[in-house]
C-alpha cells in the first residue's frame, strides 16, 4: 500500500503549474490532442505531476485516437478509482494512488489483455524516458 501524501491547497497551488493545479487538484480536463504526452512512445516511465509516483510504464501506451495519453494498464497500485456523475453521466475516475490527484478516466473499451482504457490527462504526468 502507497503512503498518503497531504498537503493544504496553498501547497499544492504553490507546488503545482497553474493547468497542474486545475486538473490534479480541481478535477479538470486538458483539452483533447494538446499534450505532447499523447504522441510519446519512446520507452520510459509516467510519473504524477504532483508527488512523482511512478503510474504507467510506456510499454502499455496506445494510440487510442481520442487525443490523450491511453494505457491499457497502470502500475501495481499506482492508482485508485472512483464514481464520477458529473456531466450528467458515469464514468470511473482515475486518482493517483499516494496524493488523490485527478488524472483522467477509466472505460471498458480498450485493447487486449486488459479490455481498459486509461484516459489520462497529460498535464497530470511526467514523462521519464529510459535512460
Known amino acids: 500500500m502507497v503512503q498518503k501524501i497531504v498537503k493544504s ?8 503549474t497553474p493547468d497542474q493545479y486545475r486538473i490534479l487538484r480541481r478535477h479538470g480536463t486538458e483539452l483533447a490532442c494538446t499534450s505532447p504526452l499523447d504522441k510519446t512512445y519512446r520507452e520510459g516511465t509516467y510519473y504524477c505531476a504532483g508527488c512523482n509516483l511512478p503510474l504507467f510504464r510506456s510499454t502499455t501506451k ?13 502500475l ?10 458529473s456531466h ?9 494512488a499516494r496524493c488523490d490527484g485527478h488524472l483522467g478516466h477509466v472505460f471498458e473499451d480498450g485493447p487486449a ?19
Open 113 to 131: 489483455p486488459t479490455r481498459l482504457r486509461y484516459c489520462m490527462n497529460g498535464v497530470a504526468m511526467n514523462f521519464v524516458p529510459e535512460p
Open 62 to 74: 496506445f494510440n487510442s485516437q481520442t487525443g490523450w495519453p491511453s494505457f491499457y494498464e497502470a
Open 9 to 16: 491547497d496553498a501547497e499544492w497551488k504553490a507546488l503545482l
Open 88 to 96: 450528467f453521466m458515469t464514468r470511473t475516475e482515475v486518482h493517483c
Open 76 to 85: 501495481p497500485g499506482a492508482v485508485e478509482s472512483t464514481v464520477d456523475t
